[in-house]
Nanobody
Framework: VQLVESGGGLAQPGGSLRLSCAASGFTFSNYDMSWVRQAPGKGLEWVSS????????YYARSVKGRFTISRDNAKNTLYLQMNSLKPEDTALYYC???????RSQGTQVTISS
């Protein structure tokens, strides 16, 4: 199983970023997937999940209405569109299979003016 996140960076409050997660080594289209994040000095926080075919999505209250999870099973890729970013969104973001802990490098998102 390999999951490689990308798309993080520095953005201003109110800005947008789009994270991607390229999956390999397993049948991506068979698995529900999640984004989780870890802010500096804090524990892991679940952000969003999507079912295997992309028809069902779930969001943490802290990001609902601002973030959109999606997937392209033909490209074995998971996405997280993040809009109206806030400083409290600053964290290392990981993609995972639902129920698995993060095992990848993650991508850093920093929101600062």
């Amino acid at each position: 199983v390999q999951l490689v996140e990308s798309g993080g960076g520095l953005a201003q409050p109110g800005g947008s970023l789009r994270l991607s997660c390229a999956a390999s080594g397993f049948t991506f289209s068979n698995y529900d997937m999640s984004w989780v994040r870890q802010a500096p000095g804090k524990g892991l926080e679940w952000v969003s999940s999507i079912n295997s075919v992309g028809g069902l999505t779930y969001y943490a209250r802290s990001v609902k209405g601002r973030f959109t999870i999606s997937r392209d099973n033909a490209k074995n890729t998971l996405y997280l569109q993040m809009n109206s970013l806030k400083p409290e969104d600053t964290a290392l973001y990981y993609c995972t299979k639902v129920g698995d802990p993060p095992r990848s490098q993650g991508t850093q998102v920093t929101i600062s003016s």
